[in-house]
């Protein structure tokens, strides 16, 4: 999580912004470096999970992951949330909106670090996109983040994580 924190910071000031080539020299931490939703989501999904680690029970699983969604989404309610979701955030009973955007990935990384088999980091991304990113492509992005995580972590290979990716998600 530390990782997915740090790049978030240090991308915040190039996010939205083109640039024509690709240079390892840029300057990291510049003054306006800031956390962004991501962050304050990754945060949110890790203490659901830690909170909810020994739960079998779905649906306990995505009220917790609501209840520390929309709690940290209140906290920091300015944090460049996308329209759908920062309605959601304010929902009373929010509801999955059918998302296929890349908020269900940004949020995914303590999933890889939290469960120790890839059969159970699916499991889990799943489930914490399924709250607002219950489309297709929004759950499999997910997995495909958390995954590439998680067999990082084992050791794999590039082109190991692509294989396996390519194998269990159906993508590349």
């Given at each position: 999580m530390i990782g997915a924190i740090i790049g978030d910071v240090i991308g915040s000031f190039y996010e939205g912004k083109i640039k024509k080539a690709k240079s390892k020299n840029f300057e990291l931490f510049?003054?306006?470096?800031?956390?962004?939703?991501?962050?304050?989501?990754?945060?949110?999904?890790?203490?659901?999970?830690?909170?909810?680690?020994?739960?079998?029970?779905?649906?306990?699983?995505?009220?917790?992951?609501?209840?520390?969604?929309?709690?940290?989404?209140?906290?920091?309610?300015?944090?460049?949330?996308?329209?759908?979701?920062?309605?959601?955030?304010?929902?009373?009973n929010p509801k999955p909106y059918n998302s296929f955007g890349n908020g269900s990935g940004m949020r995914v990384s303590s999933v890889a670090w939290l469960y120790d088999n890839l059969e159970d980091v699916n499991k889990y991304a799943?489930?914490?996109?399924?709250?607002?990113?219950?489309?297709?492509?929004?759950?499999?992005?997910?997995c495909a983040i958390a995954s590439a995580i998680y067999l990082a972590s084992q050791k794999k290979s590039k082109n190991e994580i692509k294989n396996i990716l390519k194998k269990s998600l159906s993508i590349f």
């Amino acid at each position: 999580m530390i990782g997915a924190i740090i790049g978030d910071v240090i991308g915040s000031f190039y996010e939205g912004k083109i640039k024509k080539a690709k240079s390892k020299n840029f300057e990291l931490f510049t003054p306006y470096s800031i956390c962004t939703d991501d962050t304050i989501m990754t945060i949110a999904v890790g203490q659901a999970l830690v909170n909810t680690y020994q739960e079998k029970e779905i649906l306990i699983i995505q009220k917790e992951l609501i209840k520390e969604m929309q709690k940290f989404g209140q906290i920091y309610p300015y944090s460049r949330y996308g329209k759908q979701f920062s309605h959601w955030l304010r929902e009373e009973n929010p509801k999955p909106y059918n998302s296929f955007g890349n908020g269900s990935g940004m949020r995914v990384s303590s999933v890889a670090w939290l469960y120790d088999n890839l059969e159970d980091v699916n499991k889990y991304a799943e489930i914490t996109a399924s709250v607002s990113h219950n489309h297709p492509e929004g759950i499999k992005g997910a997995c495909a983040i958390a995954s590439a995580i998680y067999l990082a972590s084992q050791k794999k290979s590039k082109n190991e994580i692509k294989n396996i990716l390519k194998k269990s998600l159906s993508i590349f």
